[in-house]
């Protein structure tokens, strides 16, 4: 019923810059959070940064001061603007959309990972 498309990854030299982009399309009700999360090789998946429908952002203390997240709520697009790359942001970025369904209840859907390689 919801489809995450994700796209913007790429290679890029340390200092540099992407922007990655998630649109959800299908049985998009309403949004509780949009956010990605990344996975390193070797290493687990970890938050990266969230934003809510109150319009809240929570980010990794390691991305802090240099990702930014952004929301078009009318087009469902979720937006990471990465700036500063560093070669530690190399990995496997995945939007993840949580969704309020009926009585309240939340349902996790997950894009299919864009791979973002930061290196000279």
């Known amino acids: 019923q919801v489809q995450l498309v994700e796209s913007g990854g790429g290679l890029v030299q340390p200092g540099g810059s992407l922007r990655l982009s998630c649109a959800a399309s299908?049985?998009?009700?309403?949004?509780?959070?949009m956010g990605w999360y990344r996975q390193a090789a070797g290493k687990q998946r970890e938050l990266v940064a969230r934003?809510?429908?109150?319009?809240?952002?929570n980010y990794a203390d390691s991305v802090k001061g240099r990702f930014t997240i952004s929301r078009d709520n009318a087009k469902n697009t979720v937006y990471l603007q990465m700036n500063s790359l560093k070669p530690e942001d190399t990995g496997v970025y995945y939007c993840?959309?949580?969704?309020?369904?009926?009585?309240?209840?939340?349902?996790?859907?997950w894009g299919q990972g864009t791979q973002v390689t930061v290196s000279s």
């Open positions: 993840n959309l949580v969704l309020v369904i009926s009585g309240g209840r939340s349902d996790d859907y």
């Open positions: 934003s809510t429908s109150a319009g809240s952002t």
């Open positions: 299908g049985n998009i009700l309403r949004i509780r959070t």
